[in-house]
C-alpha cells in the first residue's frame, strides 16, 4: 500500500470482529471519499459481522483509487464516476451504486438563492467574475474548486463546464470534504461540493434552475446536478469480493446508501 500512505490525510479504517477473520481474509478499498465516508464503513461493518472478513478502507479520491486497483494494490475502488473507455478496455469493471447530489454552495450572507446552469458555467470558467452579474451584490467571485484526480472536480467538468477549461485563478482545496470550509472564510465565494459532505458553519445550498438539491428532485429527473457513484473492481468479482458487491448492491446496500445518496432504481 505504498502509493496510497503518500496520499495526505488519507483515513484508514480497519473494520473486523475481534478474533474472527484469518490474516488473508481481507478486502481492500481506496478511492471516492464520499463512499469512504458515507457507504464503505457501514457497508464493511455489515459484510464483515456477515462473513467475518475484514474490509480496509482508504480515501486518496478517484482517480488514485483507480489507479490503485490497476496496480494491484487494491481489490476495489470507489469511483465518483463512470468509467472511461479507456479504463473499461484495461479491464476494469464499474458496478453502479446510485447518485451522489451536487450541491452548488455559498455563504449564508450571499443573497442570490438560485442560479442557472449557463450562469455557473461562466463562473466555474472565469467568463463570470463578479455577483453583481448573476445578481448579486457587487463583489468578485472566488471560486473554490475541489482537487485534481477527485470525482467532484470531474462532476463540474462534466455537469456545469460541459468541457470548458476551469477559469485560471481558483482555489483548489486540500481536501474534497473541505471545500465548503474554504467558502465560508470567503462572503464571495463558491463551490460545488457533494451534499452529504455540507456541514460547515455559515454556508448554504442554493437551487440550480430554480430546483433544489434533493434527493427526491434527482430520483424525479428535475435537479440536474447528480455524479454517479461506483466500485470499481480489476474484471468480474469473484469469491470474497463477488460477495460484498452483492451486499453493496442488495437491498441492505440500499438502505446503507440511502442515508447520504440516491440509490440506483
Not at 6 to 16: C, D, E, K, S
Not at 66 to 78: C, H, P, R, S, T
Not at 186 to 205: C, E, P, W, Y
Amino acid at each position: 500500500m505504498g502509493f496510497l500512505r503518500q496520499i495526505g490525510m488519507v483515513t484508514t479504517i480497519i473494520l473486523a470482529i475481534a478474533g474472527g477473520a484469518c490474516a488473508d481474509e481481507l478486502l481492500r478499498y481506496a478511492g471516492a471519499t464520499t463512499l469512504q465516508r458515507f457507504f464503505m464503513p457501514e457497508a464493511a461493518r455489515l459484510f464483515t459481522s456477515e462473513t467475518a472478513i475484514k474490509v480496509h478502507i482508504e480515501g486518496g479520491n478517484t482517480n488514485p483509487g483507480i489507479k490503485a486497483l490497476q496496480n494491484g494494490e487494491v481489490d476495489m475502488a470507489g469511483a465518483g464516476r463512470l468509467l472511461t473507455e479507456a479504463e473499461k478496455s484495461q479491464g476494469l469493471v464499474e458496478h453502479f451504486l446510485g447518485w451522489d447530489v451536487l450541491a452548488i454552495v455559498v455563504q449564508e450572507e450571499n443573497p442570490l438563492q438560485d442560479l442557472s446552469l449557463d450562469q455557473l458555467q461562466g463562473i466555474f470558467s472565469g467568463a463570470i467574475t463578479n455577483w453583481q452579474d448573476v445578481g448579486g451584490k457587487p463583489g468578485p467571485i472566488v471560486v473554490v474548486t475541489c482537487p485534481k484526480g477527485s470525482g467532484m472536480r470531474s462532476a463540474v467538468k462534466k455537469l456545469i463546464l460541459k468541457g470548458k477549461a476551469y477559469l485560471p485563478r481558483e482555489i483548489v482545496s486540500a481536501i474534497v470534504a473541505e471545500s465548503d470550509q474554504q467558502v465560508s472564510m470567503f462572503s464571495v465565494g463558491i463551490t460545488a461540493l457533494s451534499r452529504s459532505m455540507l456541514d460547515a458553519a455559515h454556508v448554504k445550498a442554493i437551487k440550480v434552475d430554480g430546483v433544489a438539491p434533493t434527493a427526491a428532485s434527482i430520483s424525479e429527473g428535475r435537479y440536474p446536478l447528480a455524479k454517479p457513484l461506483t466500485l470499481v473492481t480489476k474484471g468480474e468479482p469473484q469469491g470474497d469480493l463477488a460477495r460484498f458487491i452483492d451486499l453493496a448492491k442488495s437491498q441492505q446496500g440500499r438502505t446503507i446508501l440511502q442515508r447520504s445518496f440516491v440509490p440506483a432504481e
